[in-house]
């Protein structure tokens, strides 16, 4: 029986937003992992299974997760459903991963949720061989608020993996599998394999499946997974995929073919072949989760046309023109360069490079190298950056001396990029200078808090 820990163990109330940040803040971070989902599910159970009050959409894969979802969300509340969305790391702010409607909860809702769930973060600390960490906390709190809201279904992104993945005490419905590269490789296994498999427990008994293209060795785990637990598959490629799309003002138009009907004249105000395929893939998991009928053309059209993503290949300044993209891995590097050679007439294109410590470093450069005319290596705040001059050591192994300066404050980092990029234009005649910020979900955060209105970066991703 578990025993009620003394007054002074119980987390206080907290009264702001910054009471609530410290205090998830101070838990066991998203880097210290244990894989066990036994924290949470008590957790759960001490707060009354508050993921079983609806339905839920689940999402894994390596890139393109949080773009899926926020499309996902837009197209369930153009069909008048009420939504409930959590996505991890934040770009900014922490109350960004869970959102209502399609709104991060403001302040006051943010404190409210940790409240309601505070009293029983001592009870399973005091009952486990770990204490929750944050993430386990974040998970509870979204959990715990979908259910008061209440909303009608919730859309679930996987911090990291899928089998221990905290966010995998929901049931989905429908179950998304974006591609999957090598990424988290100290945590999740450094072979696609491993990571494939730890990925597709997300799929759950009975559940329908809405596949990306993969590479054949995952397609088969896969397969083999919704074999074993009885789900049913739907693969891009084969049910549903993109038909055509073309570079437009401010993003693309493009023809999808669903499951149940195609939508052509569809603009999506994203850049990139990338945010096409993750398209492909929301609309498929929306009409999976309906069920047989087609959506309404229209509705489809007015639903992606207000679809926005912050940090994926977001403009943010003019003259010259920045552009923020949070690719922190070689494949969504890979994405991000053919999505500004596609949509952009960049030149010079002036990077602002700072990625996290244990990311594959070398082949991130090496994806950006031929688009880059120079790189301003950086770091971001964080104790978990890489040091900009070890990066350094790295780019100019991929670039040469010549094309690499090193900045280590961000700011400055910009301000040098700009410059350049400005200088570039004066000479060519090709086309217009830009900066691209990348490399971290937190180095772009961080930029887009100098760069956009006032905005608090908090501490606590991931990526």
């Known amino acids: 029986m578990t025993e009620t820990p003394a007054d ?62 926020r499309m996902i969300d837009t197209l369930l509340r153009a069909l008048d459903l009420r939504t409930g969305r ?80 905290a966010t995998n005490v929901v049931d989905g419905d429908v179950a998304v599998l974006l591609p999957i590269a090598v990424d988290h490789a100290r945590y999740l296994g450094d072979s696609l394999a491993a990571i494939a498999r730890e990925k ?40 549903f995929g993109v038909a055509s799309r073309l570079p437009a003002v401010g993003g693309q138009v493009v023809s999808l073919q669903g499951l149940r009907a195609r939508y052509d004249d569809v603009f999506i105000p994203l850049y990139g072949a990338h945010q096409a395929q993750n398209a492909a893939v929301a609309l498929a998991a929306v009409e999976a989760f309906v069920g047989d009928m087609p959506l309404d053309e229209e509705l489809v059209r007015a639903a992606f046309a207000e679809v926005d993503s912050p940090g994926r290949l977001e403009v943010v300044r003019r003259s010259p023109t920045i552009v923020l993209d949070a690719a922190h891995n070689p494949h969504g590097a890979e994405a991000a360069a053919a999505a500004l050679e596609d949509s952009f007439q960049f ?15 070398e082949n991130l450069l090496a994806a950006f190298e031929p688009h880059m005319a120079h790189v301003v290596i950086t770091q971001n705040s964080t104790d978990r950056a890489m040091p900009a001059a070890d990066l350094a050591r790295t780019a100019v ?25 400005e200088a570039g234009e004066a000479v060519s005649s090709m086309g217009s200078g830009a900066v691209l910020v990348t490399g971290s979900v937190v180095t772009v955060g961080e930029a887009r808090s100098l760069l956009t209105r006032p905005a608090r970066a908090t501490g606590g991703p991931l990526s």
Not at 31 to 45: G, K, N, V
Not at 114 to 139: C, K, R, W
Not at 221 to 237: K, M, S
Not at 399 to 406: A, H, N, S
Request: charge should be negative; hydrophobic fraction near 45%.
């Open 347 to 361: 030149e010079p294109l002036i990077g602002v490079i700072g990625v996290m410590g244990d990311k594959d470093a």
């Open 8 to 69: 002074s163990d119980l987390p206080r109330l907290a009264e702001t937003f910054d009471e609530v940040e410290d205090a998830l803040l101070s838990r066991w971070p998203e880097t210290r992992l244990e894989p066990s989902l036994d924290r949470i599910l008590a957790f759960c159970e001490l707060l009354g299974d508050p993921q079983t009050a609806y339905r839920a959409i689940h999402l894994t894969g390596t890139n393109g997760k949080t773009s899926t979802s």
């Open 86 to 165: 959590f996505t991890s790391p934040h770009v900014q702010r922490m109350n960004e991963r869970i959102s209502v409607d399609g709104e991060p909860l403001d302040d006051e809702a943010f404190v409210r949720a940790f409240n309601d769930v505070a009293p029983y973060i001592g009870l399973v600390d005091a009952d486990q061989p770990h204490p929750l960490s944050f993430f386990e906390t974040m998970v509870g709190m979204a959990y715990a608020a979908f259910a008061d809201a209440p909303v009608d279904v919730a859309v679930v992104e996987v911090g990291m993996g899928g089998s221990w993945d």
């Open 200 to 239: 597709v427990g997300v799929i759950k008994a009975g559940a329908i499946a809405v596949v990306a293209e993969q590479s054949p060795d995952v397609a088969a785990i896969i397969g083999e997974r919704a074999v074993e637990v009885g789900a049913t598959l739907v693969v891009e490629g084969v049910d």
């Open 397 to 421: 192994e991929v670039f040469g001396e010549d094309r690499v300066t090193i900045a280590p404050r961000l700011a400055d980092a910009i301000d040098q990029a700009a410059a350049l990029a």
